[in-house]
């Protein structure tokens, strides 16, 4: 018989940003000067925005310039989505990258025009780097933004609320290694 | 570099498969993983020691590197790690509808604590790294088992054997490691790590229409508070 009080308990997830700000100095802001030389731009700007969200599915973390955030807090206002045709969790929907149960992926330089371009079933954990969204909607008309750096992860069995944070830590750990491989470090 | 983490991963993944114990074999893998042993950016990694020798025995893996603190002051923190086999077993039957940790797992978190309290301790450790503070004397955790060695015995089904695992697992992390910041790690975890990186694949799959925004229906927070 299964405990359905503790099952209970995974159900919700609201990004905490104590959390996330202590992870976000530990592993992107106080490093050495020559760490940050391999970093993304967006992480070398003196104002560095972030933007997390999550729910019952996935916690993700986003770095943005002042002007997409603008864009986000106007979109919040009108009750939009902050990345709409981002992603979607529902498997039915035509996506053009589709991640399940696959830890470290990487995402990197990519327009995707007319789809959503990320479908995200469970137990997945993937970073974007300079990702341009294009799309039609039938509220703003056409819209494109761009996501300097963003992550994500999402639920399942293996990755659950409780280890959330741990795997968000991972996964930037993890983008930092790929950065200085690509710079011959 | 592509060919060299395409190599790591395929021979660690022989030495997780194996059925004899390869603990010493998979340690020497660590070293390619040790952005995951601490938990700071860094680009100097000033030691790496298997079997540390101190007082109560040895610790299966230190790390010792530079990070710059809060005031922005470069310090030097050392992380400890106790390691087992990716053939230990991390849970046991218990009842059938509970598992608890294998002697090996007990042992191991045990070495753990003995090492970290004794190595925070003595002025002679942190001289030997220049650690200033005993605070920057870091407990890691422990990295061991595989994820065919989650649960020892009992006749589970497999989605039964995998919530017992989980549940097991959580309650010692929002209980016991909560506060003292130890990680427990699965040898599939630095596989995964060190896996070959393939571009995704497209799926050619695009919309005919537009789509509509929906209302989020997540929490967002920000940067700003």
Known sequence: MQDSKYQGTQMSFSPSIEKIRDIVERRLLRVERESKNYFPDILKSSNIHWVSFGNENLLSLFFVTEDDLKRIQSYQSQKYEPFPGLFATDSSLPAAFGFKQSRFGLVSGCSVTNSISFSIGKDSTFVVVDHTQSIDTKELGSISYRIPLGYFISFGDEITPDNAYENLEELIAYSVKAWRESHGK | ?225
Request: glycine share 6%.
């Open chain 2, 1 to 225: 570099m592509a060919n060299e983490t395409e190599n790591l991963h395929d021979a660690l993944e022989a030495l997780i498969c194996d059925e004899k114990n390869k603990e010493l074999e998979c340690r020497a893998y660590l070293k390619y993983a040790r952005d995951l042993l601490v938990d700071v950016t860094t680009a100097t990694f000033l030691e790496e020691a298997e079997e540390y020798r101190g007082h109560s025995g040895n610790s299966d893996y230190l790390i010792v590197c530079r990070a710059v603190d809060a005031a922005g002051i470069e310090t030097n923190k050392a992380y400890l790690w106790e390691v087992k086999a990716p053939q230990c077993f991390l849970f046991e039957h218990d009842t059938n509808n509970r598992v608890r940790p294998t002697k090996e797992f007990i042992s191991a978190e045990n070495q753990l604590l003995h090492y970290y309290e004794e190595s925070r301790g003595s002025t002679q450790f942190r001289d030997e790294f220049r650690i200033t503070h005993p605070d920057d004397v870091k407990l890691g955790g422990l990295i061991i088992g595989s994820k065919r060695t989650w649960v020892r015995g009992g006749n589970y089904d497999a989605s039964t054997l995998a919530r017992l695992y989980k549940r097991a697992l959580d309650l010692r992390r929002r209980y016991l490691y909560g506060n003292s910041g130890i990680k427990v790690m699965i040898w599939d975890h630095f596989l995964d790590y060190l896996k070959k990186q393939e571009a995704p694949k497209p799926s050619g799959k695009v919309f005919n229409t537009s789509i509509s925004i929906p209302e989020p229906n997540y929490t967002i927070v920000n940067s700003g508070g």
